[in-house]
């Protein structure tokens, strides 16, 4: 838990809603076929801000959209830097053989996670599309990767951290600097 009066407020509540919804649009504007779309959540906070973004994409279309969740850890080429969590269990829900795929992450920084997450998702199959989304991007990238549908981009320092509140996990929402 961090020090609430230490930290920067990125996203008020209200301002994260907003960015859902917007983020939301975009995807909806920019995939033609919404029923070959798979939500794909990167652990920890990626997998929250699918369910939240499966919401909102119901509210604004009807459609269930399917969801799952990929776990990089055993992907990473820096394991022995970012050290080890508890894993959490890949669920892909569906074949993802032409499938559009949207994979989703609360921050993206050096692009290694994504990297990551996308050879776990490739072991499942050969998608027609990849796509990425996060909310927010701070630069230092050491990957050639970027985001499709970004929150915000917010210049950070290595030793800064950003996180994402949610209620549903954390009693508290918004995006925060510490």
Request: hydrophobic letters at 35%.
């Amino acid at each position: 838990m961090s020090n609430k009066t230490n930290r920067t407020v990125i996203l008020t509540e209200d301002e994260l809603r907003k960015t859902i919804s917007r983020l939301t649009s975009e995807i909806i504007e920019k995939v033609k076929k919404l029923d070959n779309l798979l939500l794909v959540g990167i652990p920890t906070r990626g997998i929250d801000l699918t369910k939240v973004l499966e919401k909102e994409l119901f509210c604004k279309t009807g459609l269930k959209i399917r969801k799952g969740t990929i776990d990089p850890t055993f992907y990473r080429d820096d394991q022995n830097r970012v050290g080890t969590r508890l894993i959490k269990a890949t669920d892909i829900p569906t074949p993802i053989e032409k499938k559009e795929i949207l994979l989703i992450d609360d921050v993206i920084y050096t692009g290694r996670t994504i990297r990551a997450a996308m050879d776990a998702l490739y072991s499942w199959g050969r998608p027609q599309r990849v796509m990425l989304l996060v909310m927010i991007d701070r630069g230092h990238r050491e990957l050639p990767i970027q985001p499709d549908f970004c929150g915000k981009k917010v210049p950070t320092s290595k030793s800064e951290s950003i996180s994402l509140r949610l209620n549903s996990v954390d009693n508290e929402e918004g995006v925060f600097l510490d």
